[in-house]
């Protein structure tokens, strides 16, 4: 059973950063693309970011600059460097990530963790 469990939501006041931090386990052949969205309340899930098993990443252009994606391929791990953090930054973020097993191929998300930017 494949598992993505996100970490490093809180609460920040405006200009502060976060870290979020995701981990996939279970019976894992390879993780290809992983990437991070977000959910405003009354809006659409948007991607974030994302970053390739080779290291090629996509941003929204609403974090360019601020945000920063990178993974650790051997720990099965992606991170989100958020930085300069703006109100409305605020959502639940999710992790996803392509991911083969034995028995398929494909994208998997996580719980999600809840973003506050507020003072």
């Known amino acids: 059973q494949v598992q993505l469990v996100e970490s490093g939501g809180d609460l920040v006041q405006p200009g502060g950063s976060l870290r979020l931090s995701c981990a996939a386990s279970g019976r894992i052949f390879n993780i290809y693309t992983m990437g991070w969205y977000r959910q405003a309340p009354g809006k659409q899930r948007e991607l974030v970011a994302n970053?390739?098993?080779?290291?090629?990443?996509n941003y929204a252009d609403s974090v360019k600059g601020r945000f920063t994606i990178s993974r650790d391929n051997a720990k099965k791990m992606v991170y989100l460097q958020m930085n300069s953090l703006k109100p409305e930054d605020t959502a639940v973020y999710y992790c996803?990530?392509?991911?083969?097993?034995?028995?398929?191929?494909?994208?998997?998300w996580g719980q999600g963790t809840q973003v506050t930017v507020s003072s």
């Open positions: 970053i390739t098993s080779g290291g090629s990443t």
């Open positions: 996803t990530a392509d991911i083969l097993t034995r028995l398929t191929r494909r994208i998997y």
